[in-house]
């Protein structure tokens, strides 16, 4: 499967850089999977500091009548009910000056018609961090959400009709899509101790395009 060869060249990175990876296939939407990602990864890298939650479907839809129970259901799961999941299995084992980095989206502040569970999965992500952030300070655990504009990923070309993939971007300030590389930075941020001060806060990406 692609996702299995994109998470083999993720480890192939990562251990080309001097470092150890440990790759784990599973459902994210099941609260037991994301206890066992947790746990193993607390048993076998000796802990844990930084929680990434990145997973996200997405799907378009023409009309309201088109959304099906199942479908919703498939794009909560997928986009919160996971982010919930992890949080709530690794926050006993993140000690204070850890961090969790969340992936919102512009469609939590402008949200597209067509991607209507979708986009109200990331307003949803966006209340989520804030809310956790407040929640979690005590502990000096830190909580904070990227919120990127049009990216370039394989989601893109699956999941848009032709003439708006070849438009894609375009309603940008900066007048393009982002690549992947692009977003690192924002999360190597909101990771790292130079983000000591920063939690609650939404991180956005976006090429130009405001989230006011």
Known sequence: MEEHDDARETVRWVEQAGRRAVAMAGDVR??????ALVERCVSELGGLDIL??????????????????EELDRTFRTNIYSMF??????????????????TTSINAKDPSPSLLPYATTKGAILNFTAGLSQLLAEKGIRV?????????????????????????????????????AELAPAYVLLASGEASYITGAMLPVTGGRLML
Request: hydrophobic fraction near 35%; charged fraction near 15%.
């Open 52 to 69: 990434v939650n990145n997973a996200a479907y997405q799907r378009t839809y023409e009309s309201l009548d088109d959304i099906t129970a």
């Open 30 to 35: 099941e609260e037991a999977h994301c206890r």
């Open 144 to 180: 904070n959400c990227v919120a990127p504009g049009p990216v370039w990923t394989p989601l893109i070309p699956s999941t848009m009709p032709g003439g708006k993939v070849e438009k894609f971007g375009s309603n940008t300030p900066l007048g393009r899509a982002a690549q992947p």
């Open 85 to 102: 999941f992890m949080c709530k299995a690794a926050v006993p084992h993140l000690k204070p000056g850890s961090a969790i980095v969340n």
